[in-house]
């Protein structure tokens, strides 16, 4: 069964910079992983996402140019560079398969005051 286990989120000021990291176990069944955010009272959103063998890398719009995901398949973990972050990227951060499968772990909160 995999896992995900998600950390790094913490309140941070606008402009600053934030990594976030994220704990992949057991066997994975897509070739790219992902991140997802989500704010209260508003539906999950597509972060960021990467794959497994060549690392390409694909982005939401919301964060293109202030974001950076990356893996280290050693390590079975995928990480979130946050830089330039503004008060509208508070959200809960989630690690997933993409396309996402029906298990979603814990989170990570990030805020970010305004």
């Known amino acids: 069964q995999v896992q995900f286990v998600e950390s790094g989120g913490r309140l941070v000021q606008a402009g600053g910079s934030l990594r976030l990291s994220c704990v992949v176990s057991?066997?994975?069944?897509?070739?790219?992983m992902a991140w997802f955010r989500q704010s209260p009272g508003k539906e999950r959103e597509f972060v960021a996402r990467v794959g497994w063998g060549n690392g390409l890398t694909y982005y939401g719009d919301s964060v293109k140019g202030r974001f950076t995901i990356s893996r280290d398949n050693a390590k079975n973990t995928i990480y979130l560079q946050m830089n330039s972050l503004k008060p509208e990227d508070t959200a809960v951060y989630y690690c997933?398969?993409?396309?996402?499968?029906?298990?979603w772990g814990q989170g990570t909160q990030v805020t970010v005051p305004s």
């Open positions: 057991g066997r994975t069944s897509r070739y790219f």
């Open positions: 997933n398969e993409y396309p996402s499968i029906a298990y």
